[in-house]
Each structure stands twice: as C-alpha cells, then as structure tokens.
C-alpha cells in the first residue's frame, strides 16, 4: 500500500461549484499534516496546514480524521484560477515529508 | 531570501553522460530535500538531510545516484551515468517544521 494516497482526477467542475478531494495515508504515527497546490509546469507550494480541529482559509477547509486516516479539502465556490493540481502531504515522526501524487481539478467556465 | 535555487534549469544530456544538479537551500532551515517528478508517478522522495546529514535514502532508484550536502548552504545530486528513464523534473526543497519550500526545479531530458 502506498504511504500517501489520492485520487488523480481529473475532476472537472463547473465555476462556482463545490468540490472536495480525500487523501488517506498508512502510517497512523504521521505528525502533521498538509495540502499543496501545483501549477502546471511550477513547483508546489503550500495551500493550507491541516489541524486536528479542521481549519477553515476563505473558500477553503481542510479536515483530518485520524481513525480512519485520512484528511479532505473542500473548495466552495470554485473558480477558474483554482485549477492546479493538489498534493496531500503527510510528515512522518522523522520529519519525513511524503507527497501523494495529487489531484488535478479543472474549473471550466 | 531569493528562496530556494536550483541550478540549471533546464538539462539534455545524452545517455551515459554524468549529470550534476544543484541546490542551495534557504538559510537556517534544517532540512533538505530532493524531489523528482514524472507524470507516471508523481512527486518521489529521493532522499533528505537534516543539518546536512543524509537521514533517508531508500528513495535513491539505484546507485547511479548520489547526493551530498556538504555544507548548510549547498547541496548536489548526481546521476552516472545517466539514462533515459532518469528524464523527469527534479526539485529541491528545503523545510522548517511547519512549511517546505521548493526550487523551481531541473528539468532533465536524457536522449
């Protein structure tokens, strides 16, 4: 089983509509937790942490559950700019950043 | 801080060739790691440091490949000789605890 794993899409969403993404992961030591968004042809770069209580960004909301090991991202309202690809991150107790392969999300007009 | 730097860009090389990518880190993070990407499978750990010591390389494919990191400011890997399955963009990040920044990446072809 893989350590990090998502859903590679494409999903493909209409502007404005709500789309959530699920990641789960196997080590159930895993400390902290993290979405990244990546850009065509571009590096990633932090979206938003994930905290045990869920956390809430403008549109959007990151949500972990620990029993079941898998943490979301809910974007409301979604628009054309949110199209990347997002990586769920999970850091190891030794510090160990593991990225799934990520999700591609296409907002289309 | 410029951010993370990698060096070069963009690298074709022909196959058998050694090839050295580079990396220079934000100052005073702790960490290092080295990334490479492909559309079949994604963003891979390859190996990473902390206070320039290599702490995992299981990611490493194959003794073709080494990294070093002599210093807090300067890290390389390398790949010899190189093939053309080794083609992908590989990126270099360097984290605190809470966020990991990326170079923008090499992208390496190897024909």
């Known amino acids: 089983r893989k350590e990090v794993e998502q859903d590679p899409g494409p999903f493909n969403v209409p502007e404005g509509a709500t789309v959530a993404f699920n990641c789960t992961y196997s080590n159930s030591a895993s400390q902290s937790f993290f979405w990244y968004r990546q850009d065509c042809r571009k590096e990633p770069k932090l979206l938003m942490s994930?905290?045990?209580s869920g956390n809430e960004d403008g549109r959007f909301t990151a949500q972990l559950n620990r029993a079941s090991q898998y943490i979301s991202l809910l974007i409301r309202d979604s628009k054309l700019s949110d199209s990347a690809t997002y990586l769920c991150?999970?850091?190891?107790?030794?510090?160990?950043?593991?990225f799934g392969t990520g999700t591609r999300l296409q907002v289309f007009p | 801080d410029a951010g993370v730097i990698q060096s070069p860009r963009h690298e074709v090389t022909e196959m058998g060739q050694e090839v050295t990518l580079r990396c220079k880190p934000i100052s005073g993070h702790d960490y290092l790691f080295w990334y490479r990407q492909t559309m079949m499978r994604g963003l891979e750990l390859l190996i990473y440091f902390n206070n320039n010591v290599p702490i995992d390389d299981s990611g490493m494919p194959e003794d073709r490949f080494s990294a070093k990191m002599p210093n807090a400011s300067f890290s390389t890997l390398k790949i010899q000789p190189s093939e053309p399955r080794d083609s992908a963009v590989y990126f270099c990040?360097?984290?605190?605890?809470?966020?990991?920044?990326f170079g923008q990446g090499t992208r390496l072809t190897v024909v």
């Open positions: 994930v905290y045990s």
């Open positions: 991150v999970v850091n190891e107790n030794t510090d160990k950043l593991i």
């Open positions: 990040a360097s984290s605190t605890i809470t966020e990991a920044f």
